[in-house]
């Protein structure tokens, strides 16, 4: 049995005080949550990103924010836990900060003084959602705000703790909850239920308005393709914010259960039917869905297909596995600047889509009988092209900028059209499963 540490009784030992029911195991940690928990773990992921920035931040660059993001969920997603701030023994396991550390030029003894505040600051961060957890409950406040443009936000306030949400990202919540629960619950409980939700997915992607690569999501015309082309009807990685399909799984059973996610999707092994999987972009986590689709399509011979979404990190292993697996029937790569992808954060936000940085892999995994019943033809594969092209508002802002940068917009970002001769060379952009096997 591994060792509890001081600060995870601590944790047990106020969740049992509180009378909450644990009978439900997810990961090695359970727990129902609240506000009063929630608004906590932000204050907490709040000084954890404040240490972090003092003592990775110089070394990582302007972008620590976001390595901060993907810390929080390489260290969650090792333990399988629904904890946010990182155990002792998740830490222990931490090698991706510790390798972009050594990147950036950090001395061993640079390194080793790092995950010692880090490791000393996750403790601290814990302890304190600890103590909260055991206050006295509070009650969640809600009020309207105009933005520009005749934009309305809805902020949700617990112990002094703002969330916020585009009101029609409310709304939906509002409809989701109702649709799951059978009757109008438009009270507390779903206001509490939505507090709980926007505070734990702004706590995952690590408390700042700038965040939310992490939980990036298909734009809705490619949703629309992979309905029509592949018959995809359930998402396997989502939230209740960026939810789709409507049927889909999502990384807080706890937080999600309220609004439909039918929990973990490496619980979830479907006999049959068609599925999108667009895993945070980790290593570990992407290296985890691989194995667990391949041992879902072996365990079925009816049709059961899977259209995967990964960064296209060719030196991965992970992205290697999915590539080289006997049941990658296509594999399509979107080229950086030319398809976009619906902001992590879109339901705080006014622009929903955003261009990719980097290229990303379209993948297909499917058994026999998904693979004749979904085919992944050089007509599907164009259409999903055409489902992750950029608006045309996106290709005038990147001209315009290219503009003032005095170059030419072709070469800051290549037309659609371009772009779609040179997938023609290559077979649509689509490879077979041989091409990346060993000989």
């Known amino acids: 049995m591994p060792e509890v540490s001081l600060v995870d009784a601590l944790v047990a030992s106020m969740i049992r005080a509180q009378g909450i029911d644990c009978s439900q195991p997810v990961g090695e940690h359970t727990f129902e949550s609240s506000p009063a928990r929630e608004a ?19 070394a990582l660059g302007k ?108 709304e939906r919540l509002r409809e989701m909850f109702e649709k799951r629960s059978g009757r109008d619950l438009s009270g507390d409980a779903f206001v509490n239920a939505a507090y709980c939700v926007l505070a734990r997915y702004s706590s995952m992607q690590g408390g700042h308005h700038k965040a939310g690569n992490m939980q990036a999501s298909a734009p809705p015309r490619a949703f629309d393709a992979m309905r029509v082309k592949f018959g995809v009807d359930f998402e396997l990685f989502a939230s209740p914010m960026n939810a789709y399909l409507g049927r889909f799984c999502s990384a807080n059973v706890d937080t999600d259960r309220a609004f439909g996610s039918e929990g973990s999707a490496f619980d979830f092994m479907p006999s049959e039917g068609s599925y999108e999987a667009n895993p945070p972009f980790d290593e570990g986590v992407m290296a985890a869905m691989a194995a667990h689709l391949e041992r879902t399509l072996a365990s079925s011979a009816k049709p059961l297909s899977f259209c995967v979404i990964v960064p296209r990190w060719i030196d991965s292993p992970a992205w290697l596995r999915l590539a080289k697996s006997v049941y990658c029937t296509s594999n399509t790569t979107l080229e950086a600047k030319e398809h976009a992808f619906v902001s992590g954060g879109a339901h705080t936000r006014k622009d929903q889509l955003t261009a990719s940085a980097a290229a990303t892999s379209f993948l297909t995994l499917q058994n026999k009988a998904g693979s004749k019943k979904w085919p992944a033809s050089d007509e599907a594969i164009a259409a999903i092209r055409a489902g992750f092209a950029l608006p045309e508002k996106h290709i005038d802002r990147a001209c315009d900028a290219a503009a003032q940068r005095g170059k030419r917009p072709h070469e800051t970002l290549k037309a659609p059209i371009a772009a779609a001769k040179k997938a023609a060379k290559t077979e649509s952009g689509k490879y077979s499963a041989g091409f990346f096997r060993d000989e």
């Open 40 to 58: 906590a773990t932000m204050r907490a992921v709040a000084a954890l990103r404040r240490a972090f920035a003092l003592a990775v931040g110089d």
């Open 63 to 170: 972008k620590w924010r976001m390595h901060f993001a993907s810390w929080l969920c390489a260290a969650r997603a090792s333990e399988n836990s629904l904890e946010i701030v990182p155990s002792p023994s998740a830490l222990a396991n931490e090698r991706e900060l510790l390798s972009k550390l050594t990147k950036a030029g950090a001395s061993a003894s640079e390194r080793r003084q790092a995950s010692s505040r880090l490791a000393r600051a996750a403790n601290e961060a814990r302890a304190a959602i600890a103590l909260a957890t055991n206050a006295r409950r509070e009650r969640v406040f809600v009020r309207r705000v105009e933005v520009a443009r005749a934009r309305t936000k809805v902020v949700l306030t617990c112990g002094g703790v703002e969330v916020e949400v585009n009101e029609r990202h409310f």
